[in-house]
């Protein structure tokens, strides 16, 4: 731990900030939350944010900071919270992150900032996630942003897909003077973060406030294209005249078991059952009714342990499920989904068959489902994901009684752009080439970036695709130089 040579504006010793405990996040009650969708955690109060700040180490080299993919700049922006300035600490976050309310409340933060602190060698670390979501709270409640105008370059750039990557993309370039229209396939905007994360989790108005911004900036919005259907890239690049694209199309094509059974009436994939819940408005229910998703008293069970399985069983527990199972195939140490997830879900009386698969689904002669046959687990050796690889036990099967399974075990690239744009070159899973450094796939003035060129991955991981992406686009813009562009630096939001 090495303290910085500036002088501190933290009141309290390197010994003292130890002392002092992690400030809890106040959160609804599990018995009351597990009935309904408003948000979970309730947000720091300004003075809870303040005794959280005053536990950062100020670190000469702060690990949280390179650790973060956008490189967020924890130490400035929390010593500014320390000392009561929160709309300098918005300010200093937004110099990295265009969507913090949102970061602030997904983020993975044990995988990013929060896991490398420093703290977290002798106590719980900085709740770095919990101030960046304060901040960006704070900000909005005192209703003050700025909407910078920038002098137009006369350049047009299409954006595909309206999801974190393709939003940032969007956000940073309309700050360097280029016309933006972004054009999403669905009818809503905002990708994973609208249709897939649920209310309780991150609020849709949070979504549509930073639409409504980026609107103010001059970003234009087009839904319901489906480009490589209704438009190519190719007619977008010609006809209609844009000087460069962004692909940022996700990974949204569901993964099925391919186990008997899967096609029976009740067996959903997580991008129908979630995508019902969400834009269909069944989390409105009963002011919304969505009869394919009426849970009450069924026992429902989820197959998968990321946060999409976790937010489909949640969700399927607030729409009146009795029994609400994930079946996960390995053990707690390999679940992929946010611990505060985990944790949340167990609260809420979630019930983790932990090393269990289904192996068959079974109906009840008429084509609706009944139960899941299923195995239990052991972890054998290390597979070529470095996990322990589950084994099944002989003799262990047994039938888990359902009417509802909701198969959330992973997603895929969705073909239409690639399939319809020729020499944009794909790996062999079918995922876009896109260089790691400037975004540039093999096409020229066409970039990609987030889920479609990673496979599923995270918000930040996709913003930050979509920040490089920015720059590169930028700078070809400007030089017309495919081949040797140089990095610019960053826009100031
Ligand atoms: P997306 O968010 O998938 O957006 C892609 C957009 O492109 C979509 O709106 C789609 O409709 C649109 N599109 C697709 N094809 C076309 C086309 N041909 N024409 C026009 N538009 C098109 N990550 C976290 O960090 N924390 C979490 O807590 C978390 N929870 C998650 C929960 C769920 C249920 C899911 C599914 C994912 C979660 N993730 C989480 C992962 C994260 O949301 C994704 O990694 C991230 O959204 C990827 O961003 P993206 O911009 O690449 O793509
Ligand atoms: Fe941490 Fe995410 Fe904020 Fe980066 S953007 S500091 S990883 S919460």
């Known amino acids: 731990m090495s303290p910085t040579a500036k002088k501190s504006l933290n009141p309290l010793s390197l010994k003292e900030r130890i002392k002092v405990p992690r400030q809890l996040m106040p959160e609804q009650p599990a018995e009351v939350r597990a009935h309904n969708f408003s948000e979970v955690n309730l947000g720091y109060s300004p003075e809870l944010a303040q005794q959280e700040a005053i536990r950062c180490l100020e670190c000469a080299k702060p690990t949280c900071t390179v650790n973060c993919p956008v490189g967020v700049k924890v130490k400035e922006f929390v010593e500014l919270i ?18 913090p309310a949102i970061t602030g409340r ?4 044990e995988d990013h900032c929060e896991g490398k602190c420093l703290l977290s060698k002798k106590v719980k670390p900085l709740g770095i996630g919990y101030l960046e979501r304060f901040v960006a709270d704070y900000e909005k409640r005192m209703g003050t942003h700025i909407v910078p105008s920038v002098p137009p370059t006369g350049k047009k750039v299409a954006v595909v897909g309206s999801g974190p990557s393709g939003l940032t993309v969007a956000g940073d370039l309309i700050q360097r003077g280029h016309k933006v229209r972004v054009f999403e396939a669905l009818h809503e905007l905002g990708g994973v973060l609208v249709y897939g994360i649920p209310e309780f989790r991150l609020p849709k108005q949070i979504i549509r406030e930073q639409l409504d911004y980026m609107r103010e900036m001059g970003v234009e919005f087009e839904t319901d294209v489906v480009v490589g259907r209704t438009v190519t890239i190719d ?10 694209v962004y692909i940022g199309t996700g990974a949204g094509l569901p993964q099925f078991m391919n186990i008997p059974g899967e096609h029976f009436n009740g067996v959903y994939s997580a991008n129908e059952f979630l995508t019902r819940i969400n834009l269909m408005k069944a989390y409105k229910f009963p002011t919304y009714d969505e009869p394919m998703l009426d849970l009450q008293g069924r026992d429902v069970a989820v197959i998968g342990g990321g946060n999409t399985a976790l937010d489909a069983i949640r969700s399927a527990l607030r729409l009146g499920a009795r029994k609400a199972y994930v079946l996960y195939r390995r053990s707690d140490a390999e679940m992929p989904a946010r611990a505060e997830e985990v944790h949340h879900a167990r609260q809420e009386g979630i019930d983790f068959q932990m090393l269990t698969a289904p192996v068959e689904f079974l109906s009840d002669g008429k084509g609706w489902l009944t139960a899941a046959r299923c195995v239990r687990m052991e972890l054998g050796e290390p597979d070529a994901s470095g996990r322990r690889r589950p084994v099944p036990i002989q003799g262990s099967e047994f039938n888990l009684p359902l009417s509802v399974a909701v198969i959330a075990i992973g997603t895929s690239a969705n073909p239409i752009v690639q399939s319809t744009t020729p020499g944009l070159g794909t790996n062999k899973r079918g995922y876009i080439q896109a260089s790691e450094e400037t975004q540039r796939t093999t096409r020229k003035g066409v970039f990609a970036g987030g ?26 813009l400007t030089t017309g130089n495919w081949e040797t562009a140089q990095e610019s630096p960053a826009p100031r939001a």
Do not use: W
């Open 82 to 99: 320390v000392i009561g300035d929160f709309l300098g600490a918005a300010a200093k976050i937004r110099e990295d992150n265009v969507l």
């Open 106 to 109: 997904v983020c993975p933060q």
């Open 451 to 476: 889920d479609i060129v990673t496979g599923s991955a995270t918000v930040i991981l996709a913003m930050g695709a979509g920040r490089r992406a920015a720059k590169s686009i930028h700078d070809y």
């Open 235 to 244: 007619e977008l690049i010609g006809e209609e005249g844009y000087d460069a």
